[in-house]
């Protein structure tokens, strides 16, 4: 049961970053070098490699 509720939190995690990411993007005009967008970017993969490994 603690998996599956973790699994939800970090599905939505996950689905928060993403429209931050995309967002984030537009704002600096599909710069995808921009540092900021680096970092958020890096963030979503992290938090896509910790659901890669519950599931």
Same mark, same amino acid.
């Given at each position: 049961?603690? %998996?599956?509720?973790? +699994?939800?939190? +970090?599905? %939505?995690?996950?689905?928060? =970053? ?10 600096? $005009? *599909?710069? +995808?070098?921009?540092?900021? =967008? =680096?970092?958020?970017?890096? #963030?979503?993969? $992290? #938090?896509?490699? $910790? *659901?890669?490994?519950?599931?």
């Amino acid at each position: 049961m603690c %998996n599956k509720n973790k +699994l939800i939190e +970090l599905i %939505n995690e996950i689905e928060i =970053v993403k429209v931050e990411l995309h967002d984030l993007i537009c704002k600096k $005009q *599909y710069n +995808l070098t921009d540092s900021e =967008v =680096v970092k958020l970017s890096e #963030l979503l993969d $992290q #938090l896509l490699s $910790q *659901y890669h490994n519950i599931k």
